[in-house]
């Protein structure tokens, strides 16, 4: 299976099948002066003022070959040893997989981190939220680097902390601040993991919590026990989709557009409403649609559809199962027998997973190469760039969360590592159901996350959930 970049360049040269843009065949240096995300990035995404640039990119790293920058990474890595750990994410270019110590989802990297104390430097392959999120929670001495600056995400970007709180004084005018006879507080604010650290420190102030698409469910049963309704931000898919596999009906979960008055509800619904739906939305799970599910199953009967809950809702209620990057990952690795599966989710990890399970035919749901553009920004000149640059003393694009907010963030964070997620199918039975302990130190954090059975390689049931996969 060709890497999504030999696609492309494939797509660019002999026009035989689809990009969602030619620009995608060209360097991301190429764009690091542009004001939107760059290519492959939907017209509703806008960059916010402040985001973090990306300097140009020096030409020796813009000119070399692949095989030279493969070359040069190889060496600085080997020079650096145990200094420095690589983490790709599942969505993130082969060619940069390739040099990675860790692949996994955003949650199972920032934890892995924690596993090589002895690293003194970071450097993540993934997007600006998972680095804040492995700053929170890395050792003080540790530094996080991003690549490239300019990956962030799009999604993220949707909710800022001046929007959040000024929805966030509409909602306590209409509530109160008093808990009900119960003791529930009138809202609970819950953040997706991909958001900004300030949004994470603002559900640690608020008695929030944080949640990825692995625990959302539990995420959401936490935050009913203690409080009337949630404000979930930003994706309103992953919070719809939740919610109403939880029997929350649909009507109950008003929009808030930060655009618009009351979010553009009007006060009656939101007085009715258990979950408030953040207007954000992921550009690369919005492509997936009814009729390319319908357009699978004519062609492979039978065909297992899986889809990522950031899905619009319409996709996952027609898909067979709908679940995060590592249920997809681990639903493919326990099919014993040969099956084809339609994969809604970005293009890179589906073209690894059809790559690695070779006894399956997997393909991605939606017939345009159309990859993450963010992730897809980190590029193996900016990784091979950073690696030399640490060899020389230098540390470019640390990514440094401020204390104040690391701190409530780290409470958010905490929240949700004291759950126990819900078993998924494989797992094995927990040791107790019990709520662990909250942690509340910078390495209390790590040790919950290891004793709640999240080490690399691990599959016993935590708030990470997951195996780390090794590379
Ligand atoms: P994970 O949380 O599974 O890493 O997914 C991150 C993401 O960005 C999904 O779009
Ligand atoms: Fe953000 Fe979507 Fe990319 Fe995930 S796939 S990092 S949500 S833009």
Not at 55 to 72: C, F, I, K, T, V
Not at 120 to 145: R, S, W, Y
Not at 459 to 467: D, N, V
Request: with cysteine; aromatic share 6%.
């Amino acid at each position: 299976m060709p890497s999504v970049d030999t696609l492309i360049q494939t797509i660019r040269t002999t026009g035989a099948g689809a990009s969602c843009t030619p620009d995608l065949a060209k360097g991301p240096w190429e764009f690091d002066r542009v004001t939107g995300y760059g290519p492959g990035s939907s017209m509703g995404d806008v960059i916010p003022v402040g985001a973090p640039r990306q300097g140009g990119l020096p030409e020796e790293y813009r000119l070399a070959s692949n095989d030279e920058l493969h070359a040069r990474i190889r060496a600085a890595k080997e020079t650096l040893g145990s200094r420095v750990v690589i983490l790709g994410h599942f969505y993130q270019r082969d060619e940069v997989v390739q040099h990675a110590d860790f692949l996994g989802d955003s949650f199972q990297l920032a934890n892995a981190a924690q596993t090589v104390p002895e690293a003194e430097t970071i450097v993540f392959c993934g997007v600006h939220f998972m680095a804040e999120t492995a700053d929170i929670l890395a050792k003080p001495t540790q530094n996080v680097i991003l690549p490239n600056l300019a990956a962030g995400c799009s999604m993220a970007d949707m909710a800022d902390l001046d929007s959040v709180e000024e929805c966030w004084a509409q909602l306590e005018q209409i509530y109160g601040t008093e808990p009900d006879a119960d003791g529930r507080l009138p809202v609970i604010p819950v953040t997706y993991m991909n958001s900004s650290a300030a949004l994470k420190g603002f559900c640690g102030r608020h008695g929030g919590i944080v949640c990825t698409s692995s625990n959302a469910e539990t995420v959401l049963e936490d935050a009913f026990s203690r409080g009337q309704r949630v404000l979930f931000f930003p994706d309103q898919h992953l919070g719809r989709n939740t919610a109403k596999k939880m029997g929350v009906a649909l009507e109950q979960m008003p929009m808030w557009n930060p655009r618009k008055p009351l979010g553009g509800s009007t006060s009656d619904q939101l007085q009715d409403a258990r979950v408030i739906l953040w207007h954000g939305f992921c550009s690369v799970h919005k492509r997936f649609n009814v009729g390319q599910i319908e357009a699978a199953r004519a062609e492979f009967p039978g065909v297992r559809v899986i889809v990522h809950p950031e899905c619009p809702m319409e996709v996952v209620d027609a898909a067979d199962e709908a679940g995060s990057t590592d249920y997809i990952r681990k639903a493919v690795a326990a099919a014993t027998e040969p099956t084809t599966f339609a994969i809604g989710t970005e293009i890179n990890m589906v073209n690894r997973l059809a790559a690695e399970f070779p006894q399956h035919t997997i393909f991605c749901l939606d017939p345009v190469v159309c990859p993450c553009s963010t992730m897809y920004r980190i590029h193996p000149g900016y990784l091979a760039w950073v690696l030399e640059e640490l060899v020389a003393g230098r540390s470019p694009n640390v990514i440094e969360v401020d204390e104040v907010t690391a701190v409530d963030a780290r409470l958010a964070l905490e929240r949700m590592l004291a759950l126990r997620p819900k078993p998924m199918p494989g797992d094995p039975a927990p040791a107790s159901t019990a709520h662990a302990p909250a942690p509340r130190s910078r390495e209390g954090v790590a040790d919950a996350v290891v004793a709640s059975g999240g080490p690399v390689g691990s599959t016993a049931g935590s708030t990470a959930a997951a195996p780390i996969v090794e590379v």
